[in-house]
């Protein structure tokens, strides 16, 4: 994915004749398993097929800048998906159990969605949520019942889950690293 993301700044989304852009294809072809020039063919142009009369005729289209850039985009939003989901399997099936026991949840704290099955876009917009409600309880909680201790004042305490250990998992660097992690590293 970030081999494909480099050829942001090359003619056509890096993908032209020209020998350099062709060597930019070249090992995320490889990491694919596909030739360089069906890379190159798939990211450029497009096949029509229409049939008129009881007839079929292909025709191949060549993309513009923009509709190649989108394509790429594309591809590299459907394979993140894809390692993102297979990922997920991974765990999902190391943990198994005879009955539903154990399962990996990131709470949605809006709950807008109920899917049965969920995609990297809503793993990043749980994320955020799961962000957001950090901050929440860093800023307001935790920091307000400090300040009353600090004070002296009497209160009674609020128990509250710290979501730290759910966003330390998503996004740690090192020791051990979390999810973006690891998929930032594997794509």
């Not at 995320?28 to 069906?38: M, T, V």
């Not at 798939?42 to 190649?68: C, P, Y």
Request: proline share 3%; glycine share 6%.
């Amino acid at each position: 994915i970030k081999q494909l993301g480099k050829t942001k700044e090359m003619d056509v989304c890096g993908i032209t004749d020209k020998q350099p852009s062709l060597e930019l294809l070249a090992f995320p072809a490889y990491l694919l398993g596909i030739n360089q020039d069906r890379l190159k063919e798939k990211l450029t142009s497009r096949q029509m097929d229409s049939k008129w009369g009881g007839k079929s005729e292909s025709i191949h289209v060549t993309l513009n800048v923009e509709q190649a850039c989108y394509t790429r985009d594309a591809l590299a939003k459907a394979l993140h998906a894809r390692v993102f989901d297979f990922l997920v399997d991974s765990i999902n099936k190391a943990m198994e159990k005879d009955h539903e026991e154990y399962n990996i949840g990131v709470l949605d704290i809006y709950g807008f969605e109920i899917f049965q099955k969920n995609g990297f876009e809503q793993f990043c917009i749980n994320f955020v949520n799961e962000k957001l409600q950090q901050i929440f309880i860093e800023l307001t909680l935790k920091a307000e019942q400090e300040e009353y201790v600090q004070e002296g004042i009497r209160w009674t305490p609020i128990e509250y889950f710290n979501n730290k250990i759910v966003c330390d998992l998503i996004e740690n660097k090192v020791n051990p690293p979390g999810i973006m992690s690891i998929l930032d590293d594997v794509c």
